[in-house]
């Protein structure tokens, strides 16, 4: 039986919804800059502003370094961008994963990212993707930081 499922969290923005987008779309490869977890990234297939490309990088989570190749989609308009996990460590728990950041303009209050992560589980006993959900919303917390600080 397969068991598929879907994790989110917001993370409130101190600098703009356009802000953050704009730095995650635009300068992808100044993210391990930004970000103390993630420590680097490279392209394997296309250009790092394509749509399509392959890029992987590395970064630790939980204290473990890990790798996680995927293939990158745009959404502009609704400044959302698609991970799909191509392969990496993620692929010892999950049959299929995508992570999904999208910036949103907060309505009366801060503008926020939203962090999805849809997956299929391997099997039923493999664990729920919370820590990598949580490795998201720490590098969203480090971009923002770096925005403002900017």
Request: aromatic share 12%; net charge neutral.
């Amino acid at each position: 039986m397969a068991v598929r499922g879907k994790v989110e969290v917001e993370v409130d923005l101190k600098s703009s919804a356009a802000q953050f987008y704009g730095f995650f779309r635009n300068t992808p490869h100044h993210l391990p800059k930004a970000c103390t977890e993630l420590h680097a990234g490279e392209i394997h297939e296309g250009e790092w502003l394509s749509a399509g490309s392959v890029r992987k990088w590395t970064y630790s989570v939980e204290g473990r370094k890990e790798t996680f190749k995927e293939k990158v989609q745009f959404d502009d308009q609704n400044k959302s961008i698609t991970h799909v996990g191509i392969e990496g460590e993620v692929f010892n728990y999950y049959k299929t994963y995508k992570a999904i950041w999208k910036a949103v303009h907060g309505a009366g209050g801060p503008d926020v990212v939203k962090m999805i992560i849809e997956y299929e589980k391997l099997n039923e006993s493999m664990p729920h993707p919370v820590k990598y959900l949580d490795f998201m919303a720490n590098m969203t917390k480090d971009i923002d930081a770096h925005l403002v600080k900017a």
